[in-house]
């Protein structure tokens, strides 16, 4: 496994992917927007166990794996994608993977991490971290206000089901989590908004699954009308693998999340592009321009199985209306 020197940490990795990858069985796949072209990436580092996508910037994007205390630096354009730099990750909380990231501010080295545990817990950790030459530091203390609760959604998060998705617009922050609770026969998932502008509590709310067995995996979000949050994100399950479109409205604090949970609209079901075999466990996500979105792989379940994946999703037009 390659182990990138504190010294050396943020260095060119000049590592080139195959692209297109030829076990794509389809290039296109329909949506309720029409034909949306797949292009599916490999990268070829020893990348392991990828949970978190966020973009940092001129073409490149942070992923962060779960137990792999390393952060890396991808570059996604025209060309293969590449890893540009490789950072170890200092003073994560031990007993916990990071499952998610996203960028704090305008400045792409300021970050913060999503958390779960296998311990058990009444709440699931968000901690903010910062990117230097060599070293990204994790700043536990200070991010002690951000955990997020789990008593509105009336559920005790499962071991190794936390904060899968978060994601970060402007000044607010969403968070996901992989725990699902049942209420009259829906699936939920315990969705939570808050803002940075100061230390309020975390305003909860539910997302309504659109399967069986289906859980979340990964969010991004931008700014939609009205001040709403636009925000897409990945259900999947062994089989299930769906990439879901909802709004969240900043004037529905006063809502019960169990009793109006957001129902959102399927954008792309990628079950189609893979009949044959179960869909890459994508678990990281994120914006690349209006219309073109970028999907990263787990590619450790119970022990590495292939290559880390990338799959980008051009839609034939942007699914945020005005835009």
Request: glycine share 6%.
């Amino acid at each position: 496994m390659f182990r990138a020197p504190m010294a050396l940490a943020l260095v060119a990795i000049a590592c080139r992917a195959q692209s297109p990858d030829p076990s794509v069985p389809t290039s296109t796949v329909d949506t309720p927007l029409g034909p949306a072209t797949l292009e599916q990436m490999t990268l070829p580092m020893d990348l392991r166990g990828i949970s978190g996508l966020t973009p940092a910037g001129d073409g490149t994007f942070w992923a962060v794996p779960e137990r792999d205390r390393r952060l890396f630096r991808i570059r996604v354009d025209d060309r293969a994608p590449s890893v540009e730099a490789v950072v170890p990750i200092r003073g994560a909380p031990p007993d916990d993977d990071l499952e998610s990231v996203a960028v704090l501010t305008a400045d792409p080295t300021e970050l913060v991490f999503g958390c779960e545990t296998t311990l058990t817990r009444t709440s699931d950790r968000v901690v903010k971290a910062k990117v230097d030459v060599d070293v990204v530091t994790v700043d536990t203390h200070g991010s002690a206000k951000w955990s997020v609760e789990y008593a509105p959604w009336a559920v005790t998060p499962m071991r190794n089901r936390g904060l899968e998705a978060l994601c970060i617009e402007g000044r607010r922050m969403l968070a996901a989590s992989e725990t699902v609770k049942e209420v009259s026969g829906r699936r939920l998932a315990p969705v939570a908004i808050r803002s940075l502008d100061d230390d309020g509590p975390w305003v909860a709310r539910s997302l309504q699954l659109t399967s069986k067995e289906g859980k979340i995996s990964a969010v991004a979000c931008r700014a939609g009308d009205g001040g709403r949050l636009e925000t897409i994100a990945v259900e999947r399950h062994f089989g299930v693998m769906r990439v879901l479109r909802f709004t969240v409205d900043p004037g529905d604090a006063d809502t019960d999340p169990l009793a109006t949970p957001i129902v959102p609209e399927l954008l792309v079901d990628l079950s189609a592009a893979y009949p044959r075999d179960p869909p890459p466990n994508f678990e990281g996500l994120a914006w690349v321009d209006e219309r073109t979105m970028l999907l990263i792989s787990d590619n450790d379940y119970r022990g590495v199985s292939g290559p880390t994946t990338l799959l980008r999703i051009r839609l034939p037009k942007s699914p945020s209306p005005g835009r």
